[in-house]
């Protein structure tokens, strides 16, 4: 072999090797480099054989592959080859390089498209990991828990509250009227609610303007006897007549007659019952007995005992006491973030008929 020829094949072995390397590591980096869980690994492969040398790599060059020179009796032996060869896969964030193509190389096949709504990641929840969230984060249990304990009241074609559909506590108020009625009736006025105020008749001539602004307010007033005495110790004649006498002082106050009453204390009999039937009365005590006379020095604690109220109570309070009407706005502002309606007992009752 001449001797340009020889030169002709150690050139061919030198760029025969050379692409062959070129065409693994665009394989390693194909197939590996776009996982973003591998971003900047190093890949590690096995270093291909090196051939003798003055043999040929390249096939069909005319040249016999793996003859040696003329006179040469052995190859000669060429560097040792390493044990591995390391390539670094740059991260996605990084351009991409163009690789050579080796004829009769397949390409890469791409990586699989995440399927739709998956997070991206690699066991990443939606919303977390490589990919973008799927839809709005779901609200945690006790948030939902608040969102379904407020609701707001629903309301009947005529603007009253649908008590059958809400959270309707009844508030009822004895003693009055008297001046601290006023700051009770501003309460009512501020949450939006309505009572029934159970008026002694013996002081509704005293305040006749006391009564036309609890009527005047949507609120309801009712019979609360006329000295409020213990009705059960009464002849029937007197029973009778505490209850005349406050039904005629309250429609001359403010022009109708109440259809509810409620004996001092809660002290009633059968015979009492009957006499508030006689005169178109219903007898009407309470669920929840506030005892508010007990809390005069403490407030505090009789918003803790108003805050108690459930769903369809009736509410017993004095309009009597500045300390329960501080405590009834505490209380209120608490409840109807709950979504309760204070509305009259009347019409509650409607409410318990249906």
Not at 160 to 185: H, I, M, N
Request: charge should be neutral.
């Amino acid at each position: 072999m001449r001797p340009n020829q020889s030169r002709k094949v150690r050139n061919y072995a030198v760029a025969g090797s050379a692409l062959a390397i070129a065409a693994a590591v665009a394989v390693g980096c194909g197939v590996t480099g776009t996982g973003t869980n591998r971003a900047g690994s190093s890949l590690t492969f096995d270093p291909l054989p090196s051939a003798p040398s003055g043999a040929s790599a390249a096939p069909g060059s005319g040249v016999n592959p793996g003859a040696l020179p003329p006179g040469q009796t052995a190859p000669v032996p060429s560097p040792p080859a390493p044990a591995t060869m390391t390539v670094v896969v740059p991260p996605p964030s990084a351009a991409a390089k163009p690789q050579p193509t080796v004829p009769g190389t397949p390409a890469p096949a791409a990586p699989p498209k995440p399927a739709a709504g998956s997070g991206g990641g690699s066991g990443a929840p939606s919303g977390q990991g490589g990919g973008a969230p799927s839809g709005p984060t779901s609200p945690t249990p006790a948030a939902q828990a608040q969102a379904r304990s407020v609701t707001k009241p629903v309301l009947l074609p005529d603007g009253s509250v649908d008590c059958a559909k809400s959270k309707c506590v009844a508030l009822t108020f004895s003693g009055g009227p008297g001046p601290v009625t006023r700051q009770f009736l501003q309460t009512l006025d501020a949450h939006g609610g309505k009572g029934t105020f159970f008026v002694t008749g013996a002081q509704v001539n005293l305040n006749p303007d006391i009564m036309t602004a609890i009527a005047g307010t949507g609120n309801e007033v009712a019979n609360g006897t006329w000295t409020q005495p213990d009705m059960t110790t009464l002849s029937d004649a007197d029973e009778t007549a505490q209850l005349q006498q406050t039904n005629d002082a309250i429609r001359t106050s403010v022009g109708s007659t109440p259809t509810l009453f409620r004996p001092m204390g809660g002290h009633t009999s059968p015979s009492v019952v009957d006499a508030g039937k006689r005169l178109g009365l219903t007898q009407v005590l309470w669920d929840l007995d506030s005892m508010d006379y007990n809390y005069q020095a403490d407030p505090d604690g009789l918003t803790q005992v108003l805050m108690g109220m459930k769903p369809g109570q009736i509410v017993m309070l004095h309009d009597t006491f500045v300390s329960s009407a501080t405590a009834l706005d505490r209380a209120m502002t608490a409840l109807s973030d709950q979504g309760y309606a204070f509305v009259t007992v009347s019409q509650l009752l409607r409410t318990r008929a249906g």
